[in-house]
């Protein structure tokens, strides 16, 4: 493996290096020394003898022409040297620097950063890092193999997927300030970020596709800004970085260029903190686009969000934001998420009517079956269409089980029921199910032979070897069900009761508010989001559990599925679980307890009610930025605390809103009911 370059101080970032040096800079001593002789990445690839590759370049006395020369080397370090070779282009940016700022070459007399040797991780022969999800390995980052099977070759193309989809913003933001947008290239960033997310696709040709596509997507990003600017008669930002990389047009070549934007590398460049919270920023809005991307199958477009959605990822290409800009753009992004959850929310009542409380089967009804499962409810409407009057039995898997509650959805007489639990249970669940199966969103894992042939991926879905449905046709799926024996007889009765979105629980507003003024009800709970593979989450099922019997639990998310068919029983003529629906649901969470506040005349931090979160990948972050954004305090979070949150963040977020990690349901439940 190819190696790269990194800084000699390592727990330096450039800028601290260049303004935090207790030298004085300029004088004509102090000097910006690049021994590229040193890289062996630099001397694999050129013909330049080692000892030509030492370039020093001595500042005139001014400290912004440095900064100026840092800021262009240091991108260009990132992104473009590493993967070539750093002297060649150190010389173009060498001169140009000195063109521009009377920078002029003379001996160095002590070297402000050196660019010598290979980062230890790539020593270690690593070419992954991601620490993305909840599971990541040892709680530190997964460097071989991810713990959802995510091999380094689709870890490596996810990463350089996002950094040119950084370049397609980085002109589409400055497009959408001159007032241009092109629908396209907002639908198509909103996409490729949703297969960078968990669980969503493990198709390293899929991926490669995308790659390019968004290559050609970033130039017609670059002319709309271009001709945006001629409108305005203003010159266009000569861009650099995420906005020029060309990528190889070998698979192994893009391995390669991958080292440049791994993590690990970037912290060595930027410091392990901003660079962290970079990925908080990140992630949040990864879990953004994927909310965005359901919305966009219903036709919803806002060009406003689009246009946040490019000020963000420009704002990750920014070589030196501070701890404050990257804090407030994660709260930016929260509220961005708000607005996104309200847009898909107010898509699927739309097309499918607001949820009603349903009860829904448990067990098989006999026939031939469909299983579907993720989040995309346009999907599940389509199968449904499509499979009228075959004789086959649609089920819902895991996130798709509030699919039940919508009208038009409960119409399909054939929308038999729900089977198994949430999408960790799948391997087992899936084998044993008597049909084909449909993957539309996260959370797909590795198929098993059990059912690899009978299993179909739609939307940001992708597994080598699976077949992926295209454009909502679902006859592959449908011809397999045909062909499968089905369910041979009608299984239990068991049924659960759904469908306690905003609508059906305002609804009842009057009851609540009498249930809890009679002191009938005495606390709500919130116990949601995902679900996950560590034994820690048992901690969930048994707060549910020791939640006395005078408190509601509202849930929503998958993590609901390791409780929702216990009884509860009922309080006050009110069911003691309201199963709010999916975790883009929090969207309906939040409008419940801002009614129940302003009809109780007090903050939403006021009232009888604990938020106990279960996060698992990419979207449960956007909704936490969400709540937070909303200044919602006391939270806790579980099972374990995100690695890309450094204990001085965490502080910060104790500290600011009381965020907490989750202990045992027995002290959490004293502690809450206090
Ligand atoms: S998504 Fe999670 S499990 Fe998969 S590689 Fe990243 S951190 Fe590891
Ligand atoms: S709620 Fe999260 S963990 Fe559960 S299926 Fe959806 S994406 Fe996966």
Redesign the pocket.
Known sequence: MALACAMTTPESTVFEKLFHDDQPIGGGGTAIWFTAAACPLAIKHSQIEPTHKAEQITPSSTLPAVAWAMEIIWIDIRYECIPVCPMRNYASIARKARDNCDLRRSQPSRPLLTLEVESDFLREGHA?F????E???KGQ??QTI?????DETV?TLQDLLLHVVKGISMYAHRSAKLGAADPEVDAFIIRAIFATL??VNFDPGNLVGLIYQAVGVRRAARYLYELSCSRAQTAPAELHGAATWVPSTTLDGLLAQGEMVLLPVRRLIEGKEISDLKELVLYGIKGVAAYAAHALEFGVVRPQIYAKFHEVLDFLTHPAPTVEELLAMALAVGELNYQVMEMLDRAHIEAFGAPQPTMVRLHAIGGKAILVSGHDLHDLYAVLDQTRGLGIQVYTHGEMLPAHSYPKLKAFSHLAGNYGGAWIDQAEEFAAFPGAILMTSNCIQEPTKEYKGRIFTSGPVAWPGVTHIQDRDFSPLIAQALLLPGYVEDGLDDEILIGFGHDTVLDLADQVIAAVKLGAVRHFFLIGGCDGARSGRTYYSELAEKVPDDCLILTLGCGKFRFNKLDFGYIAGLPRLLDIGQCNDTYSAIKIAQALAEAFQCGVNDLPLSLVLSWY?QKAIAVLLTLLHLGIRNMRIGPTLPAFLSPEVLKLLHEKFNLQAITTAEEDLAAMLV
């Open positions: 992954m991601c620490y993305q999800c599971q990541t390995s980052g997964c991810g713990v959802c099977g995510k870890a968990t669980n990948e």
